[in-house]
């Protein structure tokens, strides 16, 4: 039905069955000039609407109380996008959802940046209504990349990553991740037109913990879910040693018996040079060495000290030390477990045999003076026994005397005399 106006002069003309007459000019420059802005009260409701870039829009323009009212849809140029259920814009991206006298609900696909602003939706009362919902279309970045300054780091050192987010709105906000650890960068917004570009920077210091490990940029904005992008680290560090005994297996290096040692060494790029030597002394003729092992075939205390196994890279030089203690042949107590130790070069690290002897010392000193206390002990108990066994002997006047005396004191001895008389 068309809109009703006030009449003026001559009736108004009636249009056919099925067909709508078109609307007075007044009418049409009255209801392009009025903005009636939104609020309670109002016919008209429709929500504003937020689309990602290339997706579809849908714009729904509804009346709360209908009164068979005309609805139209205008664009941001105030060009009409539908009038009723009639498309006079030539853009076939518009397409009718429902149109009712209540509703007109109309979508807008592959939507760009220029379809973005505010479109009306109008009724055609007395007064004309009109209110606006807005388009805000979304961009995601168009492209993600990490750039990292050194394709091949050494441990210790300090590397610059940055990461790019380009062509998006709003402008997207970067966040930084090794492994499953967040980390903080700094970003910089540049922007182009209606477009934003980021780049974030993040400086990291490496270790050889880090080799293989992934570095993470996420990025966090409303047109897009999980957006990532990783780059892994390489890390060259120096070789780390360990030394470990074959033979024998956890037991006595005693006099006489064979000692095996092995040698491994780890590191980024593989160590390639490794070598035995004995610390503060030189390497014994009957040692044998052969690449990683060290192998003594008849141990002797001359024997004892420190044996280091080096390796080195194009990074550094590690090393770890084996402290060798040969035995008697008589001894059968298990010894400290071998302390193998890695440190780097020019450290050394030797047993303190001192520490040994002063615990050995503490010891014996110990069980002496328990034994002393313990000698004393019995022999202030033995005096005292004998002094009250010859109580009252020096004093009897006899020998009868005297054995009474000792057995049962002065008094006794009188009373046992009385009653024999």
Known sequence: MAARAQPRGPAPRRAPPGRLLPLPPLLLLLSAAAVIPRGDGQNLVTEDVTVVEGDVATISCRVKNSDDSVIQLLNPNRQTIYFRDFRPLKDSRFQLVNFSNSELRVSLTNVSISDEGRYFCQLYTDPPQEIYTTITVLVPPRNLVIDIQKEIAVEGEEIELNCTAMASRPATTIRWFKGNKELTGKSEVEQWSDMYTVTSQLLLKVGREDDGVPVICLVDHPAVKDLQTQRYLEVMYKPQVRVSQNYPVQGLTREGEPLELTCAAFGKPQPTDMRWLRVDDEMP?????????????????????????????????????????????????????????????????????????????????????????????????????????????????????????????????????????
């Open 285 to 421: 003729q009957h040692v044998v060495v052969s690449g990683s092992n060290l192998l003594i075939s008849n141990l002797n205390k001359t024997d004892n000290g420190t044996y280091r196994c080096e390796a080195s890279n194009a990074v550094g030089k590690s090393h770890a030390d084996y402290m060798l203690f040969v035995y008697d042949t008589t001894a059968t107590t298990e010894p400290a477990v071998h302390d193998s130790r890695a440190g780097e070069e020019g450290s050394i690290r030797s047993v303190d045999h001192a520490v040994v002897g002063g615990v050995v010392a503490v010891v014996v000193f110990a069980m002496l003076c328990l034994l002393i206390i313990l000698g004393r002990y019995f022999a202030r108990h033995k005096g005292t026994y004998f002094t009250h066994e010859a109580k009252g002997a020096d004093d009897a006047a006899d020998a009868d005397t005297a054995i009474i005396n000792a057995e049962g004191g002065q008094n006794n001895s009188e009373e046992k005399k009385e009653y024999f008389i």
